[in-house]
Nanobody, 127 residues
Framework: QVQLVESGGGLVQAGGSLRLSCAAS????????MGWFRQAPGKEREFVAA????????DYARSVKGRFTISRDKDKKMVYLQMNSLKPEDTALYIC????????????????????WGQGTQVTVSS
């Protein structure tokens, strides 16, 4: 397993931007697919974005496509989520996750493929 620690959350006005970071520890980080999920108060956790171990393949929730960008730096063991044009409905706890499966399986299984989770970082977007 890998250990994950998120940072970069905060309060931002609608239309603004934030960049979330996820620091991973563990020798096998490079083989994991990585993802970002979010959970708003009173709602279930939902998928936001994911990236393959190579960084070549990405996937996004329809609600964030075109506004958010996921990336990773394998040498630094970091995963990032650049969030632009933020909306009040983006307000949530953003959680980083790692999946020790190949990219195809991660896409098929979705959230159940992710076995390692961080504690999350809060993002609040004011209107």
């Amino acid at each position: 397993q890998v250990q994950l620690v998120e940072s970069g959350g905060g309060l931002v006005q609608a239309g603004g931007s934030l960049r979330l970071s996820c620091a991973a520890s563990g020798r096998t980080f490079s083989r994991y697919a990585m993802g970002w999920f979010r959970q708003a108060p009173g709602k279930e956790r939902e998928f936001v974005a994911a990236i393959s171990w190579s960084g070549v393949s990405t996937d996004y929730a329809r609600s964030v496509k075109g506004r958010f960008t996921i990336s990773r730096d394998k040498d630094k063991k970091m995963v990032y989520l650049q969030m632009n044009s933020l909306k009040p409905e983006d307000t949530a706890l953003y959680i980083c996750a790692a999946a020790d499966v190949n990219w195809g399986e991660a896409l098929v299984r979705g959230e159940s493929a992710f076995g390692s989770w961080g504690q999350g970082t809060q993002v609040t977007v004011s209107s």
